[in-house]
């Protein structure tokens, strides 16, 4: 990150010299890095907040259209994505680093906007409710992508270890913050005027990003941030391709959001034949919102950091597909509403508070543009290819074969430990990477 003035080490209504005794609890973080580590904590709450607010509104249209239309939403996003990369492609090639995040969260502030006025009117609809979804489940890959990619811009590989632990709970406390919004407001101002709140948070992101990018300016990964990075709209397709390292990120992408569609599948089938009420659905999905934050912030100000120094990056990978592995395991053997409650908190906690943030890691290595093109490629059109392909895999499966989704859980286990294997690769090479460029 280079030196920064000690000015920036300061924070409103917080004296400078108590506030490396404040954090050092909670990260290993030195005096000059402190206002960027509080402005990106900031700003990853927002984003999270802001589109937590919003998600159980999402799930709750998708198991209103019902389970057999799933697969078919999620082949939609796919395909919404495959457009949006391009596009994405276009902003990276043609404006300075330093405009992507205001350009890109401006448009999907005005995308909130304009559902919020459909809603209004009261269009509400089988075709309403499935954009919503489609453009839900694009939005949140685009913004959490983006911000990560702002991210590997700002911080070497070291920092990153060290700080992306306490960075993403900030996240994490924006995930607790949107379920608790949800729930309070939901029932005295509606689920349309969310998107409202939704939309103010993207703002103070995006306002967020601004002061980072102030704050880094001049020195050293953000240095050339007035410049576009290339000129190619699918270059960051073309380097997943070429790059081996880039290629295993996108597999280990690709196969956890399989198993993770898997036990998304098997809880919209549950949620809808137990409750019918969509109140209840809304709150039901809210509660587990909450749930899984309180523990992934707990785990990233606490473990995140502490579990990537004592174990390695590789290692740390690892945690989520040995997880799955087990849970699998226990959805074959009982395939319940409570059993796939469990699976579903403690995966995603231990996506948000160990995997993830290791993951992102990975990307601190590469060349800027790769950073944001082959990590956004990566983040969104293999992550949703997942989504698509696991939806038509497993009900093919079922319906060809009789099979429930516990039974198809049984079988994907082969799938799960090829995962293992690739986060365990992943860990080595990331290693051998940063030796060479140190």
């Known amino acids: 990150m280079g ?25 290993e973080v030195e005096r000059n890095e402190i206002a960027g580590l509080l402005w990106s904590f900031a700003l990853f709450f927002f984003v999270l907040c ?48 330093r405009r992507i995040v205001p350009i890109v969260y401006g448009f999907l502030i ?14 509400h609809g089988a075709v309403v409710a499935g954009t919503f979804f489609v453009w839900v489940s694009v939005f949140n890959l685009f913004v959490v992508s983006l911000f ?27 995930a607790l913050a949107g379920p608790l919004f949800t729930q309070s407001l939901v029932g005295s101002v509606g689920p349309t005027n969310l998107l409202l709140l ?11 990003a601004l002061v980072l990018r102030r704050l880094f300016a001049g020195h ?35 196969i956890a959001n399989l198993v993770s569609t898997l036990f998304y599948l098997e809880q919209a089938r549950i949620v809808g034949e137990t409750l019918a009420d969509r109140t209840q659905r809304v709150q039901l999905f809210a509660r587990l919102d ?17 579990v990537l120094a004592r174990f390695g990056l590789g290692r740390a990978i690892a945690t989520l597909p040995t997880f799955a592995a087990l849970g699998l395991v226990g959805l074959a053997l009982s395939p319940t509403l409570a059993v796939i409650v469990s699976i579903l908190a ?80 992943l860990g080595r090479q990331h290693a051998e990477r940063a030796s060479k460029a140190g």
């Open 290 to 306: 909450l749930a899984v934050s309180v523990a992934t912030i707990l785990a990233q100000v606490f473990l995140t950091a502490r």
């Open 220 to 254: 050293g990964a953000s240095q050339g941030e007035d410049r576009p990075l290339g000129k190619g709209l699918l270059a960051g397709a073309i380097a997943v391709w070429r790059s081996p390292y880039l290629f295993r990120i996108a597999l280990w992408i690709l």
């Open 3 to 27: 030196e920064l003035p000690e000015r920036n080490g300061t924070s409103p209504g917080v004296p400078r010299a108590r506030l490396p005794a404040l954090l050092a609890p909670f990260v």
């Open 346 to 425: 403690i995966e995603r906690a231990l996506a948000f508070a160990i995997a993830n943030p290791a993951v992102k890691v990975l990307y601190t290595v590469l060349e800027p543009e790769q950073k944001y093109k082959a990590q956004n490629f990566n983040d969104t059109v293999v992550f949703r290819a997942g989504d698509a392909a696991s939806g038509w895999i497993f009900n093919s499966l079922a319906k060809s074969f009789g099979l429930s989704l516990g039974a198809v859980a049984g079988l994907s286990l082969p799938l799960a430990l090829l995962w293992l294997a690739l986060s365990l690769r």
């Open 50 to 97: 802001a589109y937590y607010i919003i998600r159980p509104l999402r799930d709750e249209m998708g198991v209103s259209l019902g389970p057999e239309r799933l697969q078919w939403l999620f082949s939609a996003v796919f395909v919404v994505m495959l457009g949006a990369v391009p596009l994405f492609g276009w902003v990276v090639s043609s404006f300075a680093r």
């Open 148 to 174: 990560w990619s702002l991210m590997s811009d700002l911080y070497r590989s070291e920092q990153a270890t060290r700080l992306y632990g306490f960075i993403a709970a900030g996240g994490s406390a924006g």
């Open 110 to 123: 005005a995308n909130l906007l304009g559902f919020w006025a459909t809603f209004q009117i009261g269009a």
């Open 198 to 208: 939704s939309a103010l948070l993207l703002i103070a992101a995006t306002q967020s």
